[in-house]
Every structure is written in structure tokens, then in C-alpha cells.
């Protein structure tokens, strides 16, 4: 019946989903499916955020209904960390709102700025949001590289003179989710002075800027001069601070897309759990021991990765930033597409992976791999990758995988 419904009909299939419904189905059936799938951290927040939590949660007075944008004390927080991590001032009142998770501050926003037959920019690959929420809203989306090279410029000057009507938004997200590129602050300045030009908003998705693994840290797009004039971030603690579950994001920058997402969402919420927020500002003001904790655990991580699927058979480009992998299938196996090479794999090694194509067509070719089962699985699901392989006649190396590294 669904079929009648106007937005239901502008949605295709999430191809992702039937990865993880096979992947549900093989777990209750009792098989050890290593899920290297779905960005969910296995790390727990930090005990004094959980002992906050908890000691507000104790209240009478905190079960009612919260603020909608936040409560003063987390925007104040959030405008705290911007300027201690990226030396950026923010007004807590009308440049900061809070949001249940990055994803719901999109797609709220895309509702509030957006009317059907707007064109939206948005990469492709991308997080699904980053185009589905505008298409909920009613936009058509123009797809633009994810690759910040000379071809992503000469995409967005395309777009802008081949495009009716003109491009009103553009979405972009460094260090990227799913491909885990990144860019420097020019790029952003070259970014900002394009937009004014254009007279584009720029929504930009930070979701993954403690996640750095080269040594430079993640630039945000409000460092530079007059991004507050054309562009919002948008940032999320479940990453940093390991609460994915607890929903809980910020929009932080131009006065005139946070008065409309604020004023959207008063229409939708009642703001997150009070205490969740308490939490959160125990987060942000207290110490920061585990952002460092998480960069290093996931860099580990990554180098295990790399090495042990690489003496599996399976080359995998180190990421430089965020949770992920980006891995292009083994070249034998190309020809199977993202999605059937991600079925194959959770159905003949156990391990579960997102198929590229549930980020968009240029994603076809690549599986994501997220970086959050420990060491030890993480090798185990090399030794099951390459049995699989072997299992092909695949050019998958004689050589120990558990070896140790020289």
C-alpha cells in the first residue's frame, strides 16, 4: 500500500538493509557472524558520563520535558569545544542548537530550508541522509565527487551552469563517510569563497573529526573567515565520546539556518532526555582522556586490518581518518557488484561488511568496512576472508596471516 504515499515513492530499497537482514537471520540461527557492518562503537562513554547520567536521572524534577534546541548549559558546552578545538567563537543562543544525533539535525533541516523541486548538491558516494533527507523534503539531488580534486571543482561549476533551477544547498563531509577522505583548510576557503559566489548554504557533516590518524588534525569549515555567513556543521558525540545510542549531535554556525532548524524542531520534539543532555555537558566540559583513548584504538585497529586482510589476499588502502575502510573488492571478484560480493561474504566467512552501492551508484565497487570489532576478530575475520578466497582459486597467499609482523 505504501506505494500511494508520495515520499514513499521517491525512496528506493535500502540495499544495506538486506545485508543486515541476512546478517540478523545468520545470528539467530547461531553463526558467529563477525559484524564489521553497521559504525556502532563497542566502547563504552566515559564512567563519569555514565555516573552523571545517572546522578541527574535520580531527580524528580528530570523527567519532564526538555528544550527543544538544548539546555543552555550543553549549547554554552558545545560552544566551549569549538573554540578550545578549533578556535572558532560561537554564540551559544543563536548559533548553537542541539540535536539528536547528526542525522536527525539533517534531515530536519533539509525540511526546513527546502521546497520540492530545489536542487540539492550532495556527493555520491555519501551517507544516505546526506541525500535522502532533501529527497523526504521534496529536492532533486545533483551528485557531486566525494574526491576533493580538480574534477569536484569543475562538478560544482558544471552543476551551477547546466542545473535548472540553480543549486540552493550543497552537502559535504570531511573525513567522509563511507570513503574516509579528507581535505585541509584551504580546500574550505576555496569552499567559502565559491558559496558566496553562488550564493549556495553549505551544510557540512564533522561527524568523524577526532578520528585522525596522520598526525594533522581535522580542520572544520567555521575556521574560516565568513563561514558563518553561508554554511552550519554539523558534529555528534557518539564517535568521540562513544555514544552512538545516546542520540545526541549539534548544528553550530550561520544565525539564519539555525533559527530555521530550531524553529522546525520545536514543531517535532521536546529536545533529548534531560539527563542524556547533563551527560553530554559532563562529556564536553570534563576530561578528554578518551578522545585521544579512541584515535589511538582505532588506528590499531586500522593497521591490524590493513596488514591481515592484505595476507589474506584482499589489498586494503589505509584510511586516514574516520571508522572506516573503503576497500575496492579483490580485483577477481569485481565483476560481482558491492552487493552480492557483501551477501557472499557473510555467507560463506562470516563477516558482514556494507555493500558500496547503498551509498550511491559510484559506490559500486567498494565495500565499507567498519573498524569496530577488537584485534583478535578483526584477524579472525582475515582468516575467514581468506578461506573464502582460497575457496575460489583466488590469488590468496600461502602465507600465515596469524605470523607475526617484521
Request: aromatic residues 10%; hydrophobic residues 40%; charged residues 20%.
Amino acid at each position: 500500500m505504501d506505494e500511494q504515499f508520495y515520499r514513499m515513492k521517491r525512496l528506493p530499497p535500502y540495499v544495506i538493509a538486506e545485508v543486515n537482514a541476512m546478517r540478523h537471520a545468520a545470528r539467530q540461527s547461531g553463526q558467529d557472524i563477525i559484524d564489521l557492518g553497521m559504525g556502532n562503537p563497542d566502547q563504552p562513554p566515559p564512567q563519569h558520563v555514565i555516573d552523571k547520567l545517572c546522578e541527574v536521572a535520580a531527580k524528580p524534577s528530570a523527567h519532564g520535558y526538555s528544550q527543544s534546541k538544548g539546555i543552555p548549559g550543553l549549547r554554552r558546552a558545545q560552544a566551549e569545544y569549538y573554540e578550545r578545538r578549533f578556535g572558532v567563537d560561537l554564540d551559544p543562543e543563536s548559533e548553537v542548537v542541539v540535536t539528536m544525533g547528526s542525522k536527525e539535525g539533517l534531515a530536519s533541516l533539509a525540511n526546513a530550508i527546502t521546497a520540492p523541486g530545489d536542487v540539492v548538491l550532495a556527493p555520491n558516494p555519501s551517507y544516505p541522509i546526506h541525500t535522502f533527507g532533501f529527497i523526504i523534503a521534496g529536492a532533486t539531488i545533483r551528485s557531486i565527487p566525494t574526491t576533493p580534486d580538480e574534477d569536484y571543482w569543475r562538478s560544482l561549476e558544471s552543476a551551477m551552469n547546466f542545473t535548472v533551477p540553480r543549486p540552493s544547498v550543497l552537502v559535504v563531509s570531511y573525513p567522509s563517510n563511507p570513503t574516509a577522505e579528507t581535505v585541509d583548510l584551504a580546500f574550505y576557503e576555496r569552499l567559502v569563497a565559491w558559496a558566496k559566489d553562488n550564493k549556495v548554504w553549505v551544510l557540512s557533516d564533522l561527524a568523524y573529526s577526532e578520528l585522525y590518524y596522520d598526525g594533522e588534525p581535522t580542520p572544520s569549515i567555521m575556521q574560516v573567515d565568513g563561514a558563518k555567513d553561508i554554511a552550519v556543521e554539523f558534529t555528534s558525540m557518539s564517535k568521540t565520546y562513544s555514544m552512538a545510542g545516546w542520540r545526541m549531535g549539534f548544528a553550530v554556525g550561520n544565525k539564519h539556518l539555525i533559527a530555521a532548524l530550531t524553529r522546525v524542531k520545536s514543531y517535532l520534539d521536546y529536545g533529548a532526555f534531560t539527563p542524556i543532555q547533563a551527560a553530554a555537558c559532563a562529556a564536553l566540559n570534563g576530561p578528554q582522556d578518551i578522545i585521544e583513548s579512541n584515535r589511538n584504538l582505532y588506528r590499531k585497529r586500522r593497521d591490524v586490518m590493513v596488514e591481515a586482510f592484505g595476507r589474506a589476499g584482499w589489498d586494503i588502502p589505509p584510511p586516514a581518518a574516520s571508522m572506516f575502510a573503503w576497500a575496492p573488492l579483490p580485483p577477481s571478484l569485481a565483476d560481482m557488484g558491492s552487493l552480492e560480493f557483501s551477501k557472499q561474504l557473510l555467507t560463506e566467512a562470516q563477516v558482514a561488511v556494507a555493500p558500496g552501492v547503498g551509498y550511491g551508484e559510484e559506490g559500486e565497487g567498494f565495500v565499507r568496512i567498519a573498524m569496530v570489532e577488537n584485534e583478535q576478530r578483526l584477524r579472525q575475520a582475515a582468516r575467514n576472508v581468506k578461506r573464502y578466497l582460497t575457496s575460489l582459486d583466488i590469488n590468496a597467499p600461502g602465507t600465515d596471516i596469524n605470523a607475526p609482523e617484521t
